[in-house]
């Protein structure tokens, strides 16, 4: 039910082994002034640098359940957007890694004040699920965000490093559950990825889906799972806590909301993997308006409060916007699907 707000290393022998981030340039604020008529506007309906009224609506789809990375993500939008175009709402349709969400999104008229966020996960997801609604069925705006995985386990748990969960890994692939986000998405992608890597077989790795971060916490807490993997902004709080204990993450190099963690690949896994999350419109709306939007969506991204929020969220600045993302997205979709076939999902 929607809920309304109130508020590196190169990829390892073989292309889809390690899903890496081909991040892109930095694209900066397009120049272009779109004319949108001569009559001054005045108050909550000045005109923006933009095209769009202050003061104008927005609406902004987390296709998932409160708490996790999507809505995260929209919701810093919302606060950041407030200095652009004054009210946004954000409101959830979570389930099935967002693509109930999208199939409701995609019904929408061509009305460039309804966005959602999207991003990896619900690319795996179209795939394994054989959604015939697809990411397609939208406007790509512009990629956002990217958000490294990080695998933990219980505090008393007997694995200490990645060493000892590759050991239980091989010696019985299937033997080690490991808890995660929904089926094909980011969290099962680096899963089977590890797998191959060390030598087994992808197909067999027990993987426990969940609809969000929270039931798998409590899946690997209860002891049905002998690992987790989750974004780290979602699960840092957990680390924090000492609810839970990271035995390494999927950056090249070490994050600085955990210095301490080491990578896989200093675990002599050679695997790199990072989530990314972005920003679509409705299929059908005009290329001016397709144009503005994506202004906005610059003019966000290089506001203080966005950049304030990447660094406090642990997330990397990956604008890219045009068609350099849709070019970005089309190869993601492409190598995703190759990745998912591999372990056996697509």
Same mark, same amino acid.
């Given at each position: 039910m929607a809920q309304q707000d109130t508020t590196g290393p190169p990829a390892s022998r073989g292309p889809w082994r390690a899903l890496a981030l081909r991040a892109g340039p930095l694209i900066a604020a397009g120049a272009v002034t779109v004319a949108l008529g001569a009559a001054a506007l005045t108050g909550d309906e000045r005109e923006t640098g933009h095209g769009f009224a202050e003061g104008e609506q927005f609406r902004l789809l987390a296709p998932a359940e409160p708490g996790g990375g999507w809505d995260q993500t929209a919701r810093e939008m919302q606060s950041a957007l407030r200095d652009q175009v004054g009210?946004?709402? $954000?409101? #959830? $349709? %979570?389930?099935?890694?967002?693509?109930?969400?999208? #199939?409701?999104?995609?019904?929408?008229?061509? @009305?460039?004040?309804? !966005?959602?966020?999207?991003?990896?996960?619900m690319v795996g997801a179209v795939e394994t699920s054989g959604s015939e609604v697809r990411v397609d069925d939208t406007t790509p705006l512009a990629r956002i965000t990217t958000d490294y995985e990080v695998i933990v386990v219980p505090e008393d748990s007997a694995v200490e490093d990645t060493g000892d969960l590759v050991e239980l890994m091989r010696d019985d692939v299937g033997a080690v559950s490991i808890a995660g986000g929904s089926a094909g998405g980011v969290e099962q992608i680096l899963a089977g990825l590890v797998a191959d890597e060390i030598g087994a077989d992808p197909a067999e790795i #027990?993987?426990?889906?969940?609809?969000?971060?929270?039931? +798998? &916490?409590?899946? $690997?807490? *209860?002891?049905?799972?002998?690992?987790?993997?989750?974004?780290? *902004?979602?699960? &840092?709080?957990?680390?924090?806590?000492?609810?839970?204990? /990271?035995?390494?993450? *999927?950056?090249?190099?070490?994050?600085?909301? =955990?210095?301490?963690? /080491?990578?896989?690949?200093?675990?002599? $896994?050679?695997?790199?993997?990072? #989530?990314?999350?972005?920003?679509?419109?409705?299929?059908?709306?005009? +290329?001016?308006?397709?144009?503005?939007?994506?202004? =906005?969506?610059?003019?966000? +991204?290089?506001?203080?409060?966005?950049?304030?929020?990447?660094?406090?969220?642990?997330?990397? @600045?990956? !604008?890219?916007? %045009?068609? @350099?993302?849709?070019?970005?997205?089309a190869s993601e979709q492409e190598r995703t699907a190759e990745v998912l076939a591999r372990i056996g999902l697509a």
């Open positions: 009210r946004v709402e $954000v409101y #959830n $349709v %979570g389930g099935a890694g967002g693509t109930i969400g999208l #199939n409701q999104y995609v019904r929408l008229p061509p @009305d460039p004040t309804e !966005l959602m966020v999207t991003g990896l996960i #027990n993987y426990i889906a969940h609809s969000g971060g929270g039931e +798998a &916490l409590t899946t $690997v807490l *209860s002891g049905r799972a002998t690992a987790a993997v989750s974004g780290v *902004s979602e699960i &840092l709080p957990q680390i924090e806590a000492g609810r839970v204990r /990271p035995i390494a993450v *999927s950056s090249a190099e070490r994050l600085e909301a =955990l210095p301490e963690v /080491p990578t896989l690949i200093e675990g002599g $896994v050679g695997v790199e993997l990072a #989530n990314w999350r972005s920003v679509h419109a409705p299929a059908g709306i005009t +290329a001016e308006e397709e144009q503005r939007l994506e202004e =906005l969506i610059m003019a966000m +991204a290089q506001s203080p409060g966005w950049q304030e929020a990447l660094e406090r969220r642990g997330w990397g @600045d990956a !604008l890219l916007a %045009g068609e @350099d993302y849709e070019e970005f997205l």
